[in-house]
């Protein structure tokens, strides 16, 4: 995976879908074709909604959208979607064409998430959302969004569903850097805000490491002859016996929550290990998706877009174990917690750690 590449499209890209989605609103309100065809309700939403904060609607539109656009190129990738929906797309060859190719493949996109909603609706909008309103314009430019994003979202570089949170977190960095840029010109950061000025991803080897002593830990003390030491590279066995840790009968007894999890690389490792755990306990491994969403993690998160994503690289754990068709049977929803209305003192804010 090319972090540095990751990085440059993301953050270029903001700028973009921030520009597209402001477009899209202008023609929405200029009672431009693209409203004509929304349903009344819609624009009546997405009034109300701007009545309270126009920027605030744009940037969590635009944020909305490429996270929608990873999220359904990762599932190209799987092979969940049919037909694919972010997949390198044919260019028309006169500009008429063109126009024609473009409001197709909208429609294409659309129709997708709508389908996804039931599956996902923390991710995806139900017909009638306004968002659907503003859903970026020219994705299939021949240098356009939908041809960067196959660049970077390769096949290679979608075998980890963790690329979609390293998307995000470059994504929000221009706000956070500009947030930041803000306090020291003493302008108060708004609850809007905490979210971008609060997010920090924690490395991969460090979840690893925080995974295996704590949860591969105690399924260690519960069971002394597991094999699963040898699966955990950054485990640190005890130099002494240890007394005092919780029993556990079963894998279900397990519990664990991360209280701040941003895109969920700590739940999904979580959800790696607990698989393993499971399967040593002699579960069927078309069960075990079902049981470990079920039972054993929680998120907590204040980022509303970043839950959805935690929720959405849950959701592609159990795909990738469960394959499609049993995937779109499990009728089943992450456990993840948005709080919202938090509030932070400005040294809370500018000591988050």
């Known amino acids: 995976m090319d972090i540095n590449a990751l990085k440059r499209f993301a953050r270029t890209t903001r700028l973009w879908m921030i520009d597209q989605v402001t477009t899209q609103l202008d023609r929405v309100l200029a009672g431009e074709v693209v409203a004509q065809r929304a349903p009344s309700g819609a624009i009546t939403a997405l009034k109300a909604a701007i009545e309270k904060n126009r920027e605030d609607v744009i940037e969590q539109a635009a944020c909305t959208w490429f996270n929608r656009f990873t999220a359904l190129r990762f599932m190209d990738v799987m092979g969940l979607t049919s037909p694919p929906v972010v997949s390198p797309a044919m260019r028309a060859t006169s500009p008429s064409a063109h126009d024609g190719h473009e409001e197709a493949y909208r429609q294409h996109v659309l129709q997708a998430c709508h389908e996804w909603h039931d599956r996902m609706p923390f991710l995806f909008a139900k017909p009638g959302d306004y968002s659907d309103l503003l859903m970026p314009a020219g994705l299939l430019a021949p240098d356009g969004f939908i041809a960067r994003l196959c660049t970077v979202m390769t096949e290679a570089a979608c075998q980890h569903v963790e690329i979609i949170g390293w998307l995000y977190q470059f994504y929000i960095s221009g706000k956070k850097d500009a947030v930041f840029a803000g306090l020291k010109r003493n302008i108060r950061i708004t609850p809007a805000n905490i979210p971008a000025a609060t997010q920090l991803f924690t490395p991969h080897w460090i979840v690893r490491y925080l995974v295996e002593n704590s949860l591969g830990r105690l399924w260690l003390r519960n069971r002394p002859h597991s094999k699963l030491a040898a699966k955990m590279a950054y485990y640190i ?46 579960h069927a491994p078309q069960q075990i998706p079902r049981l470990i969403l079920t039972h054993n993690l929680t998120g907590i998160e204040i980022d509303a877009q970043a839950g959805a994503l935690a929720a959405f690289a849950l959701m592609m754990k159990a795909a990738t174990r469960l394959g499609r068709e049993r995937f779109l049977h499990l009728q089943l929803q992450p456990n993840i917690v948005v709080m919202r209305n938090v509030t932070f003192t400005p040294a809370e804010v500018k000591n988050p750690l």
Request: aromatic letters at 10%.
């Open 237 to 282: 066995a005890p130099q002494a016996p240890e007394a005092g840790f919780v029993p556990l009968s079963r894998p279900e007894d397990l519990r664990l929550c991360d209280p701040a999890c941003g895109a969920g690389h700590m739940l999904t490792y979580s959800f790696d290990l607990l698989y393993e755990i499971y399967a040593e306990a002699g």
